[in-house]
């Protein structure tokens, strides 16, 4: 199927998404237009904790119909890497009151904390998140937009830092 982009569109953009919130866990793929400054490029990963987590892999390019070649979902990489960051997720809430400790799992190797609105069926709710995180999402700059399996997340605040060695058993 194409589209026709808007004025301001100038950019392809095909996303490819694993969401897992709760019990469901979520893959899409979305090709569409965008802005130039909006479409990031390449894998982000996420992991809040084994029932949260968001990776995602995204393309950009300039040229009609530029966006037509198949992207590759992110690899479910699962592995424990040694690395560790403090998590939590909330509702109704832009910080975290108590925090565990979550094992850093594949390329991820930085703590990342974010606040902002969650956006589901049209209703939005602040919250707060922190977990690990690869660089790619630390480099996200504020006031994105991250939509995932009907969720828009609105990033108000994104703080990062190296994720920490994991305490030995």
Not at 15 to 24: A, H, K, L, T
Not at 63 to 92: H, R, V, W, Y
């Amino acid at each position: 199927m194409s589209v026709t982009c808007g004025e301001s569109e100038d950019t392809c953009l095909t996303f490819v998404g694993i969401n897992y919130m709760g019990s469901e866990k979520i893959t899409e793929t979305v090709k569409g237009c965008s802005v130039r400054s909006a479409c990031l490029p390449g894998p982000i990963s996420v992991t809040i904790n084994s029932q949260i987590y968001f990776w995602s892999n995204s393309s950009c390019c300039q040229g009609d119909q530029c966006n037509n070649q198949k992207l590759d979902m992110p690899a479910e990489n699962t592995t424990l890497n040694g690395l560790s960051c403090p998590t939590c997720f909330i509702l109704a809430s832009d910080e975290c009151d108590e925090m565990e400790s979550l094992n850093c799992v594949g390329e991820d190797n930085h703590c990342i904390t974010t606040s902002g609105t969650l956006t589901a069926e049209g209703i939005p709710v602040a919250f707060a998140s922190s977990g690990c995180s690869s660089a790619s999402a630390c480099a996200l700059p504020l006031d994105t937009n991250i939509y995932s399996a009907g969720i828009t997340f609105h990033l108000k605040k994104i703080v990062c830092s190296p994720a920490v060695r994991a305490n030995s058993p």
